[in-house]
């Protein structure tokens, strides 16, 4: 089961602001780069269920983070349905991530207590997501959506919503600064983090320094 109650994880993505969205289906590299991210100072980790197998390796990954990151929260992206989700549930995942929204997938996170984020595209979708239990709503594709714009215009109306833009966020001071600007809870970052080298392989050492630097912007901007 979770390790990490839904208040605890809404409140870790909030104190750091970025949370990093990775896949690989090489167990070995997700773990070290989930250990980059650690050391670089993230505290939650969403890996993107997009490949056959996901699941194993994500057991895997789990149990090791458990037993040797003390206090990274491990999430589980891109689940489209409720069986999906208690899957992931059942191998101890902290947290749900979608891209749409899913009342059986709710329920499904809700038995438990454990947070679930869904994809929104509208005003109507945030409030329906935060009607079935949702803390934290994900915006995606959030630049299509309408990037900082569009979520300084939700939180017109519905000041209250903590939104997670993924899609369009960079990890620079100026791309940063907009969403930031506009509100956001936080934000959820790709390829963009997980730098690589001449060979193609992942600059592990890259990664911890960008997240870094990354994290000592949001500090900045929050100041």
Aim: glycine share 10%; hydrophobic share 40%; net charge neutral.
């Amino acid at each position: 089961m979770a390790k990490y109650t839904r208040i605890e994880v809404v409140l870790q993505m909030k104190e750091n602001g970025i949370v990093p969205v990775f896949y690989n289906p090489d167990v070995e590299v997700c773990k070290q780069v989930l250990k980059a991210c650690y050391d670089g100072g993230l505290r939650t980790f969403e890996f993107t269920n997009r490949g056959d197998y996901a699941y194993e390796v994500f057991s895997e990954l789990n149990k090791y983070a458990k037993a040797e990151l003390s206090g990274m929260m491990m999430g589980v992206g891109s689940v489209l349905d409720a069986g999906t989700s208690s899957l992931y549930l059942q191998l101890g995942a902290d947290f749900i991530v979608s891209p749409v929204v899913n009342a059986e997938m709710a329920k499904a996170c809700n038995r438990r207590k454990v947070a679930w984020m869904p994809g929104c595209g509208s005003v109507t979708e945030i409030s329906f997501a935060e009607e079935l239990g949702a803390e934290v709503v994900k915006i995606f594709p959030g630049a299509q959506v309408g990037g900082p714009a569009f979520i300084k215009g939700v939180k017109g109306p519905l000041p209250w919503a903590s939104i997670m833009p993924t899609g369009g966020v960079s990890p620079t001071e100026e791309n940063l600064k907009t969403w930031f600007d506009a509100g956001v809870h936080c934000v959820g970052i790709g390829s963009k983090l997980f730098v690589k080298d001449t060979s193609g392989a992942y600059d592990l050492e890259g990664v911890t320094s960008t997240i870094k630097n990354a994290l000592d912007i949001v500090k900045k901007l929050r100041a």
